[in-house]
């Protein structure tokens, strides 16, 4: 399955990014869907969680500062980063998973993983 991520870069702190994520070879309406991230020297922690139903989850470091979305008629899911902080520097991670309930501690159960992208903000 192709995975292809768009939209990271570098920015400073306080200002907003968007990050695109295309599942190439799935229909996205049947998966439910994550933003993962790790940064350097920690391990992968989740971010946010979009359901099959839209329902979203978000880590509670967020605080509501991103936005998770999906648009499955392009089989793409999205993050809208807001009030970036350089703690959110960070390779960032999409995933689907086809079969139960995502969350964002069970990371081994999804099917498909995007590239990485990365996302750096400088204080």
């Known amino acids: 399955v192709g995975v292809v991520e768009s939209g990271g870069g570098s920015v400073q702190a306080g200002g907003s990014m968007s990050l695109s994520c295309v599942f190439a070879d799935i229909t996205t309406v049947y998966y439910g869907m994550a933003w993962f991230r790790q940064a350097p020297g920690k391990g992968r922690e989740g971010v946010e969680i979009i359901e099959r139903d839209n329902s979203p989850t978000y880590a509670d470091f967020l605080k509501g500062r991103f936005t998770i979305s999906r648009d499955n008629g392009k089989d793409t899911l999205y993050l809208r980063m807001n009030t970036l902080k350089s703690d959110d520097t960070a390779m960032y991670y999409c995933?689907?998973?086809?079969?139960?309930?995502?969350?964002?501690?069970?990371?081994?159960?999804?099917?498909?993983w995007g590239q990485g992208i990365q996302v750096t903000v400088s204080s």
């Open positions: 995933a689907a998973r086809r079969w139960g309930g995502c969350s964002l501690k069970d990371y081994d159960n999804y099917d498909y």
